[in-house]
C-alpha cells in the first residue's frame, strides 16, 4: 500500500529537513508532499531540488488548506499529514501499511507519540486509545496528528476534507464529524512519532486555544454541563486501558546536530505528563 505524506510548509527550514529525513528512511512506498506557502527563511534556497519531496509552492489560506492541497495531489492509498517539527519513527510506516492490510474494516488509527525537545531529548508521550465523542466536543482532541493514518477513500470519496477556515483547529472539528458518523477507529499501540517542542508550536498559540474553546461551545449544553464527568470517564478508562504505564525503552531520531543519521535515545524513566 502506497502512502501519501503531505507537509505545510512555512518559514520552518531547519525542521523540515528533519522531518524529510524522517520519511524518506521508512523504506516503504511513498511520496512526501510539501506545501510551502512562500518561505522567506532559506526553505526555498534548497527545498526545490531536493528530490525527496515532491515541492508545490502557493500561497495558502493556512495549515489546513495546505494539507487538503496536498492530499489533492496525492495518490497513495494511505493518507497522512506530518508538520515540520515532527518526525516518524524508524519503521513506522511499514507497520502502518501491515496493520492496513490485516484489518481491511478500519480505516483511521493512531499511535503513541514521543514529545521531544530541541535537541531530541525525551520530555514525555502520550499513548493513544480511539478518541471519544463527547469527550472530544467538550474537552479537547485526545490524539495527535503526528501518528494519525487513514485511507485516502475518507479524503477522496467520503469529503472528510479540513475546514481552512479554522486556521489552528480543524482537525478537532475534522475528527468530531468523523467520530459522529462512527467511522471505523482503532489504537496501533506503538510509538509512531516524535512532536518535537520547538516554543513555536501552532498548538499552544492563542488562536488555537480560541479556536477549540468556540468547538467546545457547540457541544449540546448536556454535554457541556456533564465535562466533569467526561474527563473522569476518559481518565479511567485510560487507566485501565494502561495508558499512564510504559517501561523503559529507547528511540531514534533525526537532530539538527546529526540531520543525516538518527541519534538514539534512552529512555530509563518514561512519564506520560511534561517534566514540571
Known sequence: MRFSIVTPSFRASEWLKLCLASVADQGVDSEHIVQDAGSDDGTLDWLPTDGRARVFVEKDRGMYDAVNRGFDRAAGELFAYLNCDEQYLPGTLRQVSEFFSSHPDIDVVFGDVIMAGVAGEYLFHRKMQTPLLYHTWT????TLSCATFFRASLFREQGYRFDPAF??????????????????????GFFGAVFTQTGANM????????????????????????????????RLRRWLGGMYSTAPFAYELHTRSSAGRRRRFEVARPRFQPPA
Request: charged share 25%; proline share 5%.
Open 139 to 142: 474537552c479537547h482532541l485526545s
Open 167 to 188: 486556521r489552528d483547529g480543524s482537525d478537532g472539528r475534522w475528527m468530531l464529524r468523523m467520530l459522529q458518523d462512527r467511522v471505523p477507529m482503532a489504537a496501533l
Open 203 to 234: 498548538s499552544a498559540g492563542a488562536n488555537a486555544i480560541r479556536e477549540n474553546r468556540e468547538l467546545r461551545r457547540s457541544a449540546p449544553r448536556w454535554a457541556r454541563w456533564a465535562a466533569p464527568a467526561i474527563v473522569a470517564h476518559h
